[in-house]
């Protein structure tokens, strides 16, 4: 049993001696004191069926023995900062990624998250190829530092500090987007986005395969391979950010670009590679590689051996136990159900996404989390996810729709 400070407790510390920045999301948060695969537990010992993962950081499950195993082993063995010696689990786990990536793209960068490895990417691509402006979709989430808070495209998450050499491309949303599903005509945006907005040439350009925090949207399809032609074509590099989507969330295949038949020159990723603990990459070519050892460069914890340690034990475990096919099925599965949902509630508008990064949106009125317009239910259960916590998470949210 629980024997530590009550809600009240933490939430006056929280008030008192925390940042306000992130507070305001809850007016009554839970008090969550432990985790178990795909589910959370109160202080009093209540039971939660947890489909968001933390924002698609839990993969594995929550607290997996075998990835909690490999972290305590080696936080028992080593811990240390990542430059300056040699230490086989940054190795290892590095090539271990590179086995799980199409083409040239073998060579990684760890980080500590995301955002740090958008970051990298953006500048590794303006560096490669001596050009400043990058192009991004309206509505993604790339991070909040400088570079990657001016990629990112909602107001919401934006503050005015210079975000410079970015410009936003029309999202090809097939649900609200301009054009509907017709991939040519947003292509065809990013096109006019190099002619009147640049000198013709790119640095690159950067993209979720399905917009996480943006209310799960997926783009057109079709619409990837053309933006990335358009954006060879004038000298960019091509950025997926797999933060979200990655590490075999969509189920159909392990990498979220897989599913739109692109290879993309840089991948960055975070959340879920490291089931929980503070972990990124960007993983490209070694000619793309290669423009990091113009000056010194260095992460001091990125890649640190327990981090690594844990994401190699995560790559194993979703093997071992066939995690990305059970993204694929129970995740199919689900959408089916919620799809019979939508012909029962007219409130629901849209259900949308593929594997285990699942989007509800409803019409008219405003609740749930995700989106421009906070009214997507954004599901991305751990993988571990089973076809019984989607018919107790259909029933639910029945129930729930049933009473509005
Ligand atoms: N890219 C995507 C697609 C994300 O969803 C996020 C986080 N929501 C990030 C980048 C930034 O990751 P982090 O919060 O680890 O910096």
Redesign the pocket.
Known sequence: PYDGPSAAEIARKRAEFLSPSLFHFYSKPLNIVEGKMQYLFDERGRRYLDAFAG??TVCCGHCHPDVVGAITAQAGRLQHSTVLYLNHAIADFAEALASKMPGDLKVVFFTN??????ELAIMMARLYTGSHDIISLRN?????AAG?MGATAQKNWKFSVIQSGVHHAVNPDPYRGAFGSDADKYARDVQEIIEFGTTGQVAGFIS?AI???GGIVELSPGYLPLAYETVRNAGGLCIA?E???GFARVGSHFWGFETHGVVPDIV?M??GIGNGI?L?AVVTTPEIARVLTRRCYFNTFGGNPVCTAGGLAVLRVLEKEGLQENAHAVGSYLKDRLRALQDKHEIIGDVRGTGFMLGVELMGVLVGKGGFYGNVFRITPPLCFTKEDADFFVAVMDAALSKL
Do not use: F, L, W
């Open positions: 924002i698609a998250s995301g955002t740090e490895a958008n993604s989430y790339h991070g909040n990657t979720e917009q996480g925090v950010d933060v979200q989507a960055t975070a959340k503070p990124g």
